[in-house]
């Protein structure tokens, strides 16, 4: 589910705690979460209802300024209506896991195994390394630049950069990535065990 910079500010105020979408199918599920840009979403309920059901009270709570505007945004989409009751639910773990850089033999030995499951269960064969390698070498770089250094197809990274990412060892930027402190620690731990 897409949100606005400005959905998501009101969320984690807690101004907005609808949202309404029309899709094919929802995107979302009740009872799941959702990272973004501010955290994580803690997503309450998801329900389709009919254009009539909406009332002029969850037009406030999605943070519109009349139901006409609401309506109005939702008819020029296609799709079921759905109500989705949304609230913040604090900041997003990776963000405190990329800063810890104090790992100790537990953890590494974890991290290890996580990695090595992911070079397992890559077609392309084992590629962890290699990427953290060129991310530390080549920091904010474009994916499709950091492809060429790497190898590998550039969407091919990017989904599996975020894998790296969700083990808080690397960080995302608006143009690239570069190592966590967490993933510039257990990188030397790696180089070190070759």
């Known amino acids: 589910m897409l949100l606005t910079n400005a959905e998501l500010a009101a969320i984690q105020s807690g101004d907005v705690t609808l949202v309404f979408r029309r899709w094919k199918r929802p995107t979302v599920k009740s009872g799941s979460s959702l990272r973004t840009a501010i955290g994580v979403l803690a997503i309450e309920s998801v329900a389709k209802m009919e254009r009539s059901q909406i009332a002029v009270g969850d037009a406030a709570k999605a943070g519109y300024r009349s139901l006409s505007d609401l309506l109005g945004n939702l008819d020029s989409r296609e799709g079921e209506i759905y109500r989705i009751e949304i609230r913040f639910a604090g900041a997003d773990p990776r963000i405190e896991l990329r800063e810890n850089d104090r790992i100790g033999e537990s953890d ?80 030397r731990h790696l180089e070190g065990d070759a």
């Not at 770089?141 to 975020?162: M, P």
């Not at 060892?169 to 620690?185: A, D, F, M, N």
């Open 108 to 187: 590494l030995h974890e991290i290890r195994a996580r990695l090595a499951r992911l070079d397992a269960s890559s077609k392309l064969g084992a590629w962890t390394v290699s990427v953290l390698e060129a991310i530390d070498e080549h920091p904010r770089v474009a994916a499709a630049e950091l492809s060429v250094y790497t190898g590998f197809e550039k969407a091919w990274l990017k989904e599996n950069v975020r894998k790296l990412k969700n083990l808080g060892l690397t960080i995302s930027h608006q143009r690239g990535y570069e190592l966590s402190p967490r993933g510039r620690t257990v990188l």
